[in-house]
């Protein structure tokens, strides 16, 4: 129907993943009116059935988002008549290791046709510094429309934590940098519409970095603790216990943990935009990045070593023993698999002529590249018939007492055992 003005909405939230989803029924359950557009129908028509498909947001949370009146589309023309768009889209790595930032052009293409004077345009993607200034605001000011002026633009990282439920949405404060100082104070004004605490930068580049910061940390910690667990391991230095006594100082100390190798959408990818920005606009390396993703990619033929190590010292060989592998998914509690380092050491563990088996209680089938899986029936039983069980993701619904001693042999990759005559640790 021509000349209908557009239906107004305060924010469309593009991308309804494990980001947009969690952000979208969290400006909902403040009041603001949502709409969520995605380019997937699966997901749209999973939503609008009144189903999740993601693991923090659970069927019944969908059916309350709908009552609230939101509604998933992928009919662009929503942008119309919304005074906000937060973009949630992915932005993986491409083959050469550097951004992917397919997803995000396109939604911004999607937007540029919309804009329209006073919209708020918000970017969450996790992405390399600049991006917002350099590769989203020229698109945008192509309509004539000025940011600053005309609109609003920022860039505010988002800070889901996939499990986490002590910090959601509202208690989790929110970094915003807008490419101009009304714009920080506009998305600022936004977000405090339902976001306890917003952290205003001095400009999108610092919230784009910041995010990178947070992650980056995160990844170095983690590599030095996989470091560690390998001379420590050497040295006979239960570094388990040396992490316990570090944590007990009140101040100056974050304890992180080994572990078979770091997963997820995040940590593993993001902190090669900021490889990436240094290396392609100065011309050299951003070691500490390089290094940790050196270290924590090495962890699964670690682990694999250390299988192979343990079945040898009680006689037996790897070709042709039966491992088990406890936990497939990337952490423990949620069922993502993304990024998994459990793959690498399942195809490990099969190039050394194990016989693989594996157990989650959020994993039913899994695939790697060197085979297809389906769960064992009964877990202590299979446990029992295996000539060494892994354990890599501490998953709470796991009794880590009965299964070790069910075990024959059992490798606890994250330190949840005593090391005892039949459990030896990473
Ligand atoms: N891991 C270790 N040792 C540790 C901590 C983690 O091996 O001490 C591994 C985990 O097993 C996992 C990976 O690293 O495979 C990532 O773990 P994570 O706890 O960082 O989990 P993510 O990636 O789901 O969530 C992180 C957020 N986590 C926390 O802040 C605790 C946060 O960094 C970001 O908000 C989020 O990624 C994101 O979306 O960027």
């Known amino acids: 129907m021509a000349d209908q003005p557009p239906i107004h909405v305060d924010v469309v939230v593009i991308g309804l993943g494990y980001v947009g989803l969690p952000l979208a029924q969290g400006a909902l359950n403040r009041g603001l009116s949502v709409t969520g557009l995605d380019l997937s129908t699966r997901v749209i028509d999973t939503l609008m059935s009144g189903s999740s498909h993601i693991d923090d947001i ?27 768009v937060v973009i949630c889209v992915p932005t993986p790595l491409d083959s050469d290791g550097g951004p992917d930032l397919a997803a995000v052009h396109g939604a911004v293409d999607t937007i540029r046709q919309y804009l329209h004077k006073g919209m708020l345009v918000v970017l969450e993607s996790t992405t390399y510094p600049g991006t917002t200034d350099d590769e989203v605001r020229p698109v945008l000011e192509t309509t004539g429309l000025i940011a600053g002026t005309d609109f609003h633009l920022a860039f505010s990282p988002e800070r889901i934590d996939p499990g986490n439920e002590t910090y959601g949405i509202h208690n989790t404060p929110k970094v915003v940098g807008g490419v101009t100082a009304q714009c920080t104070e506009a998305a600022s004004a936004f977000y405090a519409r339902f976001v306890d605490t917003v952290v205003p930068t001095k400009s999108a580049r610092e919230a784009e970095t910041a995010k990178l910061l947070e992650n ?54 993001d902190p090669n935009y900021l490889g990436f920005q240094v290396q392609s606009k100065l011309g050299y390396p951003f070691r500490f990045v390089e290094l940790a993703q050196e270290i924590n990619a090495s962890m699964p033929t670690y682990v694999s070593r250390r299988v192979q190590e343990a079945l040898t010292a009680q006689g037996k060989a790897i070709e042709g023993a039966r491992v088990i592998l406890l936990g497939v998914t990337y952490k423990a509690n949620i069922a993502d698999e993304r990024e998994s380092p459990v793959r690498p050491l399942a195809d490990e563990l099969v190039t050394l002529g194990a016989d693989i088996s594996f157990f989650d209680p959020y994993v039913e089938h899994w695939t ?33 007492d009965a299964i070790a001693r069910a075990s024959k042999l059992l490798l606890d990759t994250r330190g949840v055992l005593a090391a005892s005559a039949n459990v030896t640790r990473l």
Request: hydrophobic share 45%; charged share 20%; net charge negative.
């Open 368 to 400: 790697t590249a060197s085979g297809s899986y389906d769960r064992v029936p009964d877990l202590l039983t299979a446990v029992a018939g295996a000539d060494c069980v892994v354990l890599l993701q501490a998953h709470a619904d796991f009794d880590f």
């Open 58 to 84: 659970s069927d019944a949370d969908v059916k309350k988002m709908l009552d609230q009146g939101f509604m998933a589309t992928s009919n662009p023309e929503v942008l119309a008549g919304a005074d906000a």
């Open 216 to 269: 980056t940390y995160r990844h170095i910690n983690i590599a030095l603790m996989n470091e560690m667990a390998q001379f420590c391991h050497d040295l006979n230095i239960d570094l388990w216990d040396v992490i316990e006594a570090a944590k007990t100082k009140p101040f100056g100390f974050q304890a992180f943990y080994p572990g078979p190798g770091v997963g997820g959408h995040c940590i593993p990818i």
